[in-house]
């Protein structure tokens, strides 16, 4: 059993609670950590440290050329720790390991960019209208950033928020989900080897009602980042905006994937086995709804069906392991409520729908992959998230009807178009309501690329350049030259 620590103001220190909690390993069902439980007082220290890095000391006198090269330097510490982090992440959230090393493995090129991103923000020089006046903008940090981080994939969506805050001139404190927070505070500790001055980047464990709030709430706080569920995500958007706080919400999806008949069947196939079962569809661009065209319904249907009843689960550690486990037991809960939920509605269950526990599964908590086939748009199934490996397939006509289909959620995160014909792709791609729209492919991300959501999929970008704005505000700053008289009591 390992005992972790907090990570303030540049060391490891106790909870000022003095508990610690347990981390289950989703494989074995077994506690393998123990986690500090925290509270508002360790917010409060948390917050201060950053604050004062924020203000004073080495980090707030920086230059941004020095800031991006500590950031680079953190960049080449994750490389060289990336399969130890993966390690620590499979042991806790039960993903792929080969996944989890994939991502680990690309972390670092979200600090190379934003590393070289931060001596290229750059204001501008007004023309005005007035004589007299020399004016400019200038971009600042937006202060002391509250990241919240879900427990699918914990390093690589901290990465794209601190990445940019980071470039931005900000400081931080990170609350990891309470689920999966031992690779975070694994990885503070390459910001102290990176050089990072005390205080710049901090994290703070344990529960929502006990860390979460006070940390949303604190005074000192600027902006608030969240990925996570929309229920979640609306009540923290509710109290930044109490305290007018700036928020970014990266929440739920119901992604459409869309097969039409002209589409390379196989590619599509393949396509759709990954956006639903590669992440045990704990992914929140999960492609849960997979609309097929009618005339290529049931192909497609008998096709999906031959590859997802290969699918190898069992330990993921193993390289051979296809589909791992869920993460923690409320969701295994919620993922059979959800099957049974379909089966009362008139899904047709196609493939699984029930637990899996067969030796190779262990003692974890495993989901049979499940397909339901005859959904209908207006079941509970095609329309709320349901976070697991569970796929809805749906009939469409044409393009109005999946267009429809497609939009007619409260989601609007991600959505898929298989086709051979581009001007359809082009036609779907500016009509569906989505923050990314996938072209013959699924699931795929880059830190240059900006991502978030439509409707209840939640407010603002990461990744790309438009990410660093989320962490900045604009300052204008007019210069009288001397020619400028008159009046005082008249604006001019």
Not at 138 to 166: C, D, F, M, Q, Y
Not at 194 to 217: D, H, R, Y
Not at 316 to 339: C, F, N, R, S
Request: hydrophobic share 40%.
């Amino acid at each position: 059993m390992k005992r972790y620590d907090l990570f303030i103001n540049g060391e490891y220190v106790k909870p000022s609670t003095g508990t610690w909690f347990e981390s289950q390993n989703p494989f074995t069902g077994e506690a393998w950590a123990e986690i500090p439980r925290c509270d508002e007082r360790d917010v409060e220290l948390a917050v201060q440290a950053a604050h004062q890095a924020l203000t004073v000391g080495p980090w707030a006198e920086m230059s941004a050329s020095q800031r991006g090269l500590l950031i680079h330097r953190l960049g080449d510490l994750i490389a060289q720790n990336a399969a130890q982090l993966a390690q620590t992440e499979v042991r806790d959230n039960g993903k792929l390991y080969t996944e989890m090393l994939g991502q680990l493995n690309y972390i670092p090129q979200w600090f190379y960019y934003y590393g070289g991103m931060a001596d290229k923000i750059q204001g501008a020089t007004l023309p005005m209208d007035k004589k007299g006046y020399f004016t400019y903008t200038r971009h600042e940090p937006i202060g002391v950033v509250a990241a919240i981080t879900p427990w699918n994939s914990p390093l690589l969506l901290t990465a794209w928020k601190i990445a940019p805050a980071l470039a931005a001139g900000c400081t931080i404190v990170v609350k990891p989900s309470e689920f999966t927070s031992a690779s975070t505070l694994e990885f503070a500790a390459l910001f102290e080897q990176a050089g990072f001055p005390a205080g710049v980047f901090n994290v703070v464990t344990g529960f929502g009602k006990e860390v979460g709030g006070s940390l949303v709430e604190h005074p000192l706080v600027n902006k608030v980042s969240f990925t996570g569920s929309d229920a979640t995500g609306k009540l923290i958007n509710q109290q930044a905006a109490g305290n007018l706080k700036h928020a970014s919400m990266e929440l739920g999806g119901k992604s459409a994937n869309i097969i039409f008949e002209d589409a390379d069947i196989e590619q599509a196939v393949f396509g759709a086995i990954s956006g639903i079962f590669a992440a045990t569809g704990q992914t929140c661009i999960a492609g849960s709804r997979l609309l097929v065209q009618e005339n290529v319904y049931d192909t497609v249907v008998e096709k999906l069906l031959e590859i997802a009843k290969t699918a190898k689960m069992g330990n993921p550690m193993d390289e051979q392991t296809q589909v791992g486990p869920v993460t923690t037991p409320a969701q295994y809960q919620k993922i059979l409520d959800y099957i049974d939920i379909a089966n009362n509605e008139g899904a047709k269950l196609l493939l699984g729908g029930k637990p899996a526990t067969g030796q190779e599964c262990g003692s974890g908590w495993f989901v049979e992959p499940t397909i339901f086939g005859e959904v209908h748009n207006e079941m509970r199934i095609a329309q709320e998230e349901v976070f697991g490996p569970v796929l809805s397939i749906i009939r469409f006509k044409d393009e109005a009807d999946a267009l429809s289909i497609a939009n007619g959620v409260r989601f609007g995160l991600a959505s898929a178009v298989w086709t051979t014909d581009i001007g359809k792709a082009i036609r779907m791609s500016e009509k569906l309501q989505a923050g990314t729209v996938w072209v013959n492919t699924y699931r795929a991300v880059s830190y240059l690329a900006p991502f978030g959501g439509y409707k209840d999929s939640g407010l603002g970008r990461e990744n790309g350049q438009d990410a660093v704005f989320e962490f900045l505000q604009t300052k204008s700053v007019w210069i009288n030259s001397g020619a400028v008289a008159g009046n005082p009591f008249v604006m001019r």
